[in-house]
């Protein structure tokens, strides 16, 4: 806490990790004999930047830039850039921490980093944003390269904001160097099923949970919040696999449509419109616009928190249990606060980290990596299958591990136990560096 003041997120993913450790230090001494923990904590590299650029009013803007290159035991960083206006230090190492332990959990070769910056896309024409985008990667480009530190998008960073960033690094560095960010457009070294991978991955973890009991998303009734890059195929995915997903929100309050989300109309909203959630009731009348209280507020079987960190409090997780929801999963970053995690276990409702639950995003980036480095690109259906089989692994893996360190059943534990003895085992490996 002295030696980070100030950095809640920070703290709170720290102490969400620790917390549950404590039967692996017990069992194998070597890994507190070589400080493991401390340095996991320590951020092996962090970049703080600043980004000047020039509104469509010729005023000049500053921004902060972050990089924070966690750890590198497993293979180069990885981890999404995010552009929001609540970015800060604190924020960057959070979702840094988390990504060590997910990068590890999906058993591919990708430490852990994350970025981002203070900025907003939001209201800002696409001139802003490529003009940003270009004055961010104009400092990150010397820290980043396919061996040393891959980034990817998250919250404010989609396709076009990775477009314009990889154009940029390729024109200050005059190589074609595709493994350099993941996201990418199919036509310029993307591959498919990266846009759709976090929330179908989370979708894909839900379904083995359910087949843990014998069940299936067959008539299940869902609420997924925000209504971004993950929830909008957190939603397409429920939906093929036969649940219906009567809700979704933005900051701005949320949507009830107990038709069932119309997807058509999501995208084009979305997508299409960068538009608000509340144009969705244009296009269908009989659904409900919400602009006060909790989106889980609204009954369901089963809750995906899609949107970011802290979204689903005490109250919230109390009011999911009294309306019978059986099963949480995390497609965000730590949206669910500690509290509301303690009661979802007290209350036998099954719980999945994002640490687990959205790792099918990072781990396309790393089939995006692999298509990159052999210059090949795979189909829709053979990276989907790929996806699916990784997030069965996750999930056997977290299981398999809460059952040996006994905590049977217990996703949370399980996520952290594995996730950390994979990459715990490598640093011992490679000495202290
Ligand atoms: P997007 O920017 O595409 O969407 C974010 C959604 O969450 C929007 O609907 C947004 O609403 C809402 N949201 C963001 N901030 C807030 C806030 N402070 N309060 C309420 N709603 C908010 O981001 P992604 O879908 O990519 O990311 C969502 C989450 O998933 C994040 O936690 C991210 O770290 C995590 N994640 C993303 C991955 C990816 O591949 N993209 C991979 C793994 C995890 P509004 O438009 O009104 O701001």
């Known amino acids: 806490l002295r030696r980070n003041p100030g950095e809640t997120e920070f703290h709170q993913a720290v102490h969400e990790v620790l917390d549950t450790l404590g ?57 999404g850039l995010r552009f929001h206006p609540s970015v800060y230090l604190g924020i960057v190492k959070f979702l840094g921490f988390e990504q060590i332990f997910k990068n590890s959990l999906t058993g591919m070769p990708i ?24 004055a961010f990667m104009t400092e990150l480009y010397r820290h980043i390269g396919e061996y040393t530190d891959v980034p990817a998008g998250d919250i404010g960073v989609g396709g076009r904001e990775i477009g314009y960033l990889f154009g940029q690094y390729k024109r200050i560095t005059n190589r074609y160097e595709s493994g ?40 299940k009734k869902v609420v997924v919040s925000g209504s971004g890059n993950v929830a909008i195929y957190a939603v397409e995915k429920v939906q093929q696999l036969g649940g219906t997903v009567v809700a979704c929100s933005d900051s701005n309050g949320y949507v009830v449509d107990l038709k069932g989300i119309d997807l058509d109309v999501l995208k084009h909203v979305k997508e ?83 640490k687990a639950a959205n790792a099918g995003g990072v781990a396309t980036s790393a089939l995006e990596m692999q298509q990159n480095a052999s210059r090949d690109s795979w189909s829709f259906e053979h990276t989907e299958r790929r996806l699916a089989d990784i997030m069965r692994g996750i999930h056997d893996r977290c299981l398999d591990a809460a059952d040996t360190y006994g905590t049977p059943g217990n996703y949370q534990a399980g996520a952290n136990i594995a996730g950390f003895i994979q990459v715990a085992d490598a640093m011992l490996a490679l000495g202290v560096i």
């Open 272 to 354: 299409t419109r960068r538009a608000r959630l509340s144009a969705y009731v244009e296009a269908r009348p009989h659904a409900e616009h919400v602009e006060s209280g909790s989106v889980w507020d609204v009954a369901c079987d089963i809750a995906l928190p899609c949107a970011t960190q802290n979204e689903l409090n005490g109250r919230d997780a109390a009011t999911l249990i009294g309306n019978g929801c059986a099963i949480v999963a995390e497609g965000a970053n730590m949206p669910c606060t500690p509290d509301a995690v303690r009661l979802f276990a007290e209350a036998g409702v099954l719980f999945a980290p994002g």
């Open 111 to 134: 430490g852990g980093g994350k970025g981002g910056s203070d900025f907003s896309p939001k209201g800002r024409s696409d001139g802003e944003v490529m003009r940003f985008c270009q």
């Open 180 to 219: 350099v960010l993941t996201g990418k457009g199919i036509t310029w070294g993307g591959s498919q099923v990266r846009t759709e991978a976090t929330g179908y991955g989370t979708v894909f973890f839900v379904d083995e949970m359910l087949k843990t009991r014998g069940d299936s998303f067959d008539g």
């Open 23 to 79: 039967p692996v230090l017990a069992k194998h001494p070597q890994y507190a004999e070589a400080a493991v923990i401390s340095r996991l904590c320590e951020p092996e590299r962090q970049i703080i930047f600043r980004v000047p650029w020039v509104d469509d009013s010729g005023a000049v803007q500053i921004n902060r830039g972050f990089r924070v290159e966690f750890n590198s035991a497993l293979g180069p960083y990885k981890g």
